[in-house]
């Protein structure tokens, strides 16, 4: 058997498509657009990419970007004055500082001074708290995007066994709240769970995100299990996929896939809803600031 793949491109292109939909609803309705503000401290290469690249979507949808770049050595209150002018501003909706920052810096203490209804990566401890009690607040972007991957997918999540690899703050444990909230009976397993292969067997939603390429094997899939790959690797130079693709997940996709009922591919499968959930996020946070009705 084969499974079918989980196009994250083509659900991705399709939320975004609604949430351009939404920005110009929301124009209509306030006389402005959402605006999303990004914060990226220091000149790394990647962190610069992924700004420019959430910057890029805002545009693409409508959404007004705010984009600040603070040098590598900003002290600590110059960065934090600017969380809080940000915060103060209403046409700021969401408000993202770009991880990880240098070495002098605490990106968890950055984090959570941005105002909980500016959240829009969900990681502050006020968006911790609200997900685990099951409250209305912005939820992780990634785990946020995994589910509607699954949605999308029909994969039945109430009931259903599901296995979490990785218990991250960023992703592990909030996609174990957000399968808890569809009544999946869910695992979070990580690199001391014994017999991790077996943990992994039992599940009929197998969600693989702990940054080891090709980690999870076939004989780690249930047969016609749905399999979400959140994993991104480079592999060493020189060497490339049957697809001819640099990238790998942590799940041996070419063996898996035999396995499965549906999989994710890497590329192409988790990464795209990232930043399409990020926009959604965006402008949720601008109609809860907006009031009730908005």
């Not at 390429?213 to 790959?229: E, L």
């Amino acid at each position: 058997m084969t499974a079918t793949l989980i196009d994250g491109k083509q659900i991705a292109a399709r939320v975004r498509g609604e949430v351009a939909a939404d920005v110009a609803a929301f124009v209509a309705d306030h006389g402005r657009p959402p605006g999303l503000a990004t914060i990226l401290v220091g000149e790394d290469a990647a962190s610069a990419v992924y700004v420019g690249g959430k910057q890029r979507a805002c545009a693409e949808v409508g959404i007004r970007g705010f984009d600040h770049r603070l040098a590598a050595d900003a002290p600590r209150e110059e960065v934090l004055d600017l969380v809080d002018r940000l915060n103060d501003d209403p046409d700021v909706s969401g408000i993202l500082c770009q991880l990880p920052v240098p070495d002098h810096l605490d990106g968890v203490e950055i984090t959570n001074r941005i105002a909980a209804e500016k959240d829009v990566d969900g990681l502050t401890v006020a968006s911790a708290g609200r997900l685990a009690l099951g409250l209305p607040g912005l939820r992780p972007c990634t785990p946020a995007g995994v589910i509607r991957l699954l949605d999308e997918a029909g994969t039945a999540l109430e009931g259903a066994e599901a296995v979490v690899i990785g218990r991250s703050n960023l992703f592990g444990k909030p996609m174990a709240q957000l399968l808890l909230q569809r009544n999946a009976t869910v695992t979070i397993a990580h690199s001391r769970t014994r017999d991790l292969a077996a943990v992994a067997r039992r599940a009929d939603v197998l969600v693989a995100a702990v940054g080891r390429p090709r980690m999870v094997g076939a004989d780690w899939v249930k047969p016609g299990a749905t399999v979400i790959d959140v994993g991104i690797n480079r592999l060493p130079e020189g060497e490339t996929t049957a697809s001819g693709s640099t990238l790998v997940g942590d799940v041996d996709f070419d063996a898996a896939v035999e396995v499965a009922g549906a999989i994710t591919p890497v590329p192409g499968g988790v990464g795209p809803m990232t930043i399409a959930e990020l926009l959604a996020n965006t402008v949720r946070a601008a109609r809860m600031q907006a009031g009730p009705g908005a």
